[in-house]
T-cell receptor, first 110, second 116 residues
Framework: RKEVEQDPGPFNVPEGATVAFNCTYS??????FFWYRQDCRKEPKLLMS???SGNEDGRFTAQLNRASQYISLLIRDSKLSDSATYLCVVTRSNDYKLSFGAGTTVTVRA | SAVISQKPSRDICQRGTSLTIQCQVDSQVTMMFWYRQQPGQSLTLIATANQGSEATYESGFVIDKFPISRPNLTFSTLTVSNMSPEDSSIYLC?????????????FGPGTRLTVL
């Protein structure tokens, strides 16, 4: 079983729509969780950390469910510029290095 | 945030040859990481480059294939040796964003390698 699994999508949504997707992780001892964004042919960049209580950053909301071992990302009022691949990232419990999901592709259309 | 540069940005190489990728950071960092991202795949950690000691390799990666140098706290190289088409990938270096192991990481722009 992969350490981090994501629905690859693609999620094709119109501008202004809300889109949400999850990722699951296998190691219950994982400590830290992140969402990264990767644009085509670019390096991954941190979008936001994910906290146990859930957190919001503008139009982006992240949730963590430790009991079910999943993380979610919700994007409200989608913009064309939100089109990207969103990578779910979890720290490994033994050495705190990062494990990456394969990414969920979101395409926002005009 | 750290500013990270990589050279070359891309290269096309013949099988059996080797390519050395450079990673330069604008500040001193204890750890630097090397990742591979194969087409359509996730990032996979190759090794951790430690200054003053041998690199630490992940399962499935060996020093003979991916030798790493870390001569100082701002620079590292990764060599992809005896290349085959399966080595075609994007290679990225990264550094932690802070002092703690649970911090997230900043990534370099990547080196896009194609092996013919």
């Amino acid at each position: 079983r992969k350490e981090v699994e994501q629905d690859p999508g693609p999620f094709n949504v119109p501008e202004g729509a809300t889109v949400a997707f999850n990722c699951t992780y296998s190691n219950s001892a994982s400590q830290s969780f992140f969402w990264y964004r990767q644009d085509c042919r670019k390096e991954p960049k941190l979008l936001m950390s994910v906290y146990s209580s859930g957190n919001e950053d503008g139009r982006f909301t992240a949730q963590l469910n430790r009991a079910s071992q999943y993380i979610s990302l919700l994007i409200r009022d989608s913009k064309l510029s939100d089109s990207a691949t969103y990578l779910c990232v979890v720290t490994r419990s033994n050495d705190y290095k990062l494990s990456f999901g394969a990414g969920t592709t979101v395409t926002v259309r005009a | 945030s750290a500013v990270i540069s990589q050279k070359p940005s891309r290269d096309i190489c013949q099988r059996g040859t080797s390519l050395t990728i450079q990673c330069q950071v604008d500040s001193q960092v204890t750890m630097m990481f090397w990742y591979r991202q194969q087409p359509g795949q996730s990032l996979t950690l190759i090794a951790t480059a430690n200054q003053g000691s041998e690199a630490t390799y992940e399962s499935g990666f060996v020093i003979d294939k991916f030798p790493i140098s870390r001569p100082n706290l701002t620079f590292s190289t990764l060599t992809v040796s005896n290349m085959s088409p399966e080595d075609s990938s994007i290679y990225l270096c990264s550094v932690p964003s802070g002092s703690y192991n649970t911090d997230t990481q900043y990534f370099g722009p990547g080196t896009r390698l194609t092996v013919l």
